[in-house]
């Protein structure tokens, strides 16, 4: 079914599209990531399990493939991956020129990579590469994209040229760990969390918003609050994990999470979360792999989204509010407004395009 406003709605509240059965219009086919089957995860209790097995992860998988590269941030997640690669192996991090964005992951990385002898690559981002790669990926997802897209499919463009033939990532330790801590923070009220959760309301930015994108919030309220951790792992992990599969799909180079296969085997510990201590098993694994260094906080991976759209005046697509405060907006947020015009304009060109 083709419903443009439901769409655009969906993406500008949620960055992706969550129902299947809608699409921009006829001929586009959205793709959604598809988390692996819990039956298929693999329980741990502790930094040791972990830790064993994600090297079985890593002995099977260089049955397979003989170059296998990484996606290399500052932080825990793909820090702790890093120590199973071999010697000589290929890291990627990004850097720009606009800010100082990058810099403490730049820093930690190139410690990793010391330990254990990486090739290290900074990949470095600008609004060029935004402009260039964006339309290539929104090709193949038949939809708008996230901001980190084109960053992880230049990364994968570079890493085919070095010969690699898989890329880890460390994407889903967030999830699965307990990583997202201003989420897991406090028990939401059911509409503290729609606002929370709603990455740019519909509302204040289209002229024809669908409300009924709102719907999907409905499928896990409980009472006056909210299902949270199954909502995280339904919603959030298909529109996280999404954007690594479109932007490596494009470049057409394999990648791997091996986090994606655990689970924990015990409930999440909450206290612990919430005093301090998010992914406190990742913390342990860390430890345990770098006992000479202090244990990082978490650090999302960065886009200088903030810098690139800093002056960006907004979006001029009838589609879009006139009235628009670009001011009061995130960088992130702008982003998305300037990817959607983007889109819209590559599926409807406009005969008065600026």
Same mark, same amino acid.
């Given at each position: 079914?083709?419903?443009?406003?439901?769409?655009?709605?969906?993406?500008?509240?949620?960055?992706?599209?969550?129902?299947?059965?809608?699409?921009?219009?006829?001929?586009?086919?959205?793709?959604?990531?598809?988390?692996?089957?819990?039956?298929?995860?693999?329980?741990?209790?502790?930094?040791?399990?972990?830790? $064993?097995?994600?090297?079985?992860?890593?002995?099977?998988?260089? +049955?397979?493939? @003989? #170059?296998?590269?990484?996606? !290399?941030?500052? *932080?825990?997640?793909?820090?702790?991956?890093?120590?199973?690669?071999?010697?000589?192996?290929?890291?990627?991090?990004?850097?720009?020129?606009?800010?100082?964005?990058?810099?403490?992951?730049?820093?930690?990385?190139?410690?990793?990579?010391?330990?254990?002898?990486?090739?290290?690559?900074?990949?470095?981002?600008?609004?060029?590469?935004?402009?260039?790669?964006?339309?290539?990926?929104?090709?193949?997802?038949?939809?708008?994209?996230?901001?980190?897209?084109?960053?992880?499919?230049?990364?994968?463009?570079?890493?085919?040229?070095?010969?690699?033939?898989?890329?880890?990532?460390?994407?889903?330790?967030?999830?699965?760990?307990?990583?997202?801590?201003?989420?897991?923070?406090?028990?939401?009220?059911?509409?503290?969390?729609?606002? $929370?959760?709603?990455?740019?309301?519909?509302?204040?930015?289209? +002229?024809?918003? @669908? #409300?009924?994108?709102?719907? !999907?919030?409905? *499928?896990?309220?409980?009472?006056?609050?909210?299902?949270?951790?199954?909502?995280?792992?339904?919603?959030?992990?298909?529109?996280?994990?999404?954007?690594?599969?479109?932007?490596?799909?494009?470049?057409?180079?394999?990648?791997?999470?091996?986090?994606?296969?655990?689970?924990?085997?015990?409930?999440?510990?909450?206290?612990?979360?919430?005093?301090?201590?998010?992914?406190?098993?990742?913390?342990?694994?860390?430890?345990?792999?770098?006992?000479?260094?202090?244990?990082?906080?978490?650090?999302?991976?960065?886009?200088?989204?903030?810098?690139?759209?800093?002056?960006?005046?907004?979006?001029?697509?009838?589609?879009?509010?006139?009235?628009?405060?670009?001011?009061?907006?995130?960088?992130?947020?702008?982003?998305?407004?300037?990817?959607?015009?983007?889109?819209?304009?590559?599926?409807?060109?406009?005969?008065?395009?600026?």
């Amino acid at each position: 079914m083709t419903n443009k406003d439901f769409c655009l709605s969906s993406y500008i509240a949620y960055r992706y599209i969550y129902r299947d059965d809608m699409e921009f219009c006829d001929g586009f086919k959205h793709k959604n990531f598809t988390p692996i089957p819990s039956s298929e995860r693999i329980e741990v209790k502790d930094a040791q399990e972990i830790r $064993r097995h994600i090297q079985a992860q890593f002995d099977k998988l260089y +049955t397979r493939y @003989d #170059n296998i590269g990484i996606l !290399l941030s500052g *932080g825990m997640d793909s820090a702790i991956l890093a120590g199973f690669l071999k010697p000589g192996s290929h890291a990627y991090t990004f850097t720009t020129s606009y800010s100082s964005v990058f810099n403490q992951d730049v820093e930690r990385a190139s410690k990793y990579c010391k330990k254990f002898g990486l090739v290290h690559h900074l990949i470095d981002i600008s609004f060029d590469d935004y402009k260039q790669y964006t339309p290539t990926v929104m090709k193949t997802k038949c939809a708008p994209v996230h901001s980190i897209e084109p960053q992880i499919y230049k990364a994968a463009l570079d890493a085919k040229k070095d010969g690699v033939e898989l890329i880890i990532v460390g994407e889903s330790a967030d999830l699965i760990f307990g990583g997202m801590d201003q989420l897991l923070s406090r028990d939401w009220k059911y509409e503290d969390f729609v606002k $929370r959760y709603t990455f740019l309301n519909p509302n204040d930015v289209l +002229t024809h918003p @669908d #409300n009924s994108v709102f719907d !999907l919030f409905e *499928g896990y309220r409980n009472g006056d609050g909210i299902d949270l951790l199954r909502f995280m792992d339904d919603v959030f992990s298909i529109e996280s994990s999404s954007s690594y599969l479109n932007a490596f799909a494009t470049a057409g180079l394999d990648y791997y999470d091996p986090y994606a296969r655990l689970v924990m085997s015990e409930p999440l510990d909450m206290h612990r979360v919430r005093n301090g201590e998010p992914k406190y098993l990742v913390r342990e694994t860390y430890s345990l792999v770098y006992p000479e260094f202090e244990v990082p906080n978490k650090i999302p991976m960065p886009r200088p989204v903030d810098a690139i759209f800093k002056d960006w005046e907004g979006p001029t697509r009838p589609e879009f509010r006139s009235d628009i405060d670009m001011n009061s907006l995130t960088g992130n947020q702008k982003w998305q407004l300037w990817c959607a015009q983007l889109f819209l304009d590559m599926i409807e060109p406009r005969e008065d395009k600026e």
